[in-house]
């Protein structure tokens, strides 16, 4: 497995374990009916402002801790180089990410429409369209290195 | 995915070249080792200019080291 594969398979773990802590904090509000009233929203942008914060510094530490097992492991420093191929794959796993976001950001749109959900409610599935947007990308990008391209 | 239809002679042009490796053709190119293996499996159609590269890399001209299948 090259690095680079190793980095997307540790992003792709992070992000689902960011997520997944971010989802468990989010029903432990709704299960204590925090999510109703006026305060759900400013609730909701809160959390949402803390799980970008947390996936971002999360990602920088994960990647960190990587290169230096990578580079202790290997003996090797890992490239930088971005060649033409590494660019193709990148797109492709953005296009992938772009369209699976924009069918959740779609769905979102037509609950609000309709008004069957809360518009906080609409709010969280965005969130929700946009981690699995960035998880259907590095699956994506996974399958592209392993196959070749 | 569209098939891969420029085929290559790189593996054997590798050994005919005091057997360079994989990473030592990449280094001179410019690119990752696993962009030539992809080139060399027929997994990734590289572009012009790296297809150029590799030939002036084996100092032969672009239609021996690549080679389009045409439809039959």
Same mark, same amino acid.
């Given at each position: ?149 | ?9 790189? &593996? ?8 360079? *490796? ?9 690119? *990752? ?26 100092? &032969? ?12």
């Amino acid at each position: 497995m090259s690095y680079q594969e190793k980095s997307v398979v540790a992003s792709l773990a992070s992000a689902l374990i960011v997520f997944a802590f971010y989802a468990l904090y989010v029903f432990g509000m709704h299960q204590e009916g925090r999510l109703v009233g006026p305060e759900a929203s400013s609730l909701v942008g809160k959390s949402s402002f803390v799980l970008m914060v947390t996936t971002i510094a999360v990602t920088v530490v994960v990647q960190v801790v990587l290169s230096v097992i990578h580079t202790a492991v290997t003996r090797e420093t890992e490239t930088i180089l971005t060649d033409e191929r590494e660019q193709l794959i990148a797109l492709k796993s953005m296009q992938v990410s772009s369209t699976t976001f924009s069918f959740g950001f779609l769905a979102a749109m037509g609950i609000l429409a309709i008004e069957i959900w809360e518009p906080h409610m609409v709010f969280l599935l965005i969130i929700t369209s946009m981690f699995m947007g960035m998880i259907a990308g590095y699956i994506a990008k996974l399958i592209l290195y392993r196959r070749g391209y | 995915m569209a098939k891969c239809r420029i085929r290559n002679n790189i &593996r054997k042009l590798r050994f005919e070249h005091d057997e360079i *490796t994989q990473k030592q053709l990449a280094e001179q190119v410019g690119v *990752t080792r696993q962009t030539i293996v992809a080139i060399e499996n027929a997994k990734y159609s590289p572009s012009l200019e790296l297809a150029f590269l590799i030939a002036n890399a084996f100092d &032969r001209p672009l239609q021996e080291v690549f080679s389009f299948e045409a439809d039959s």
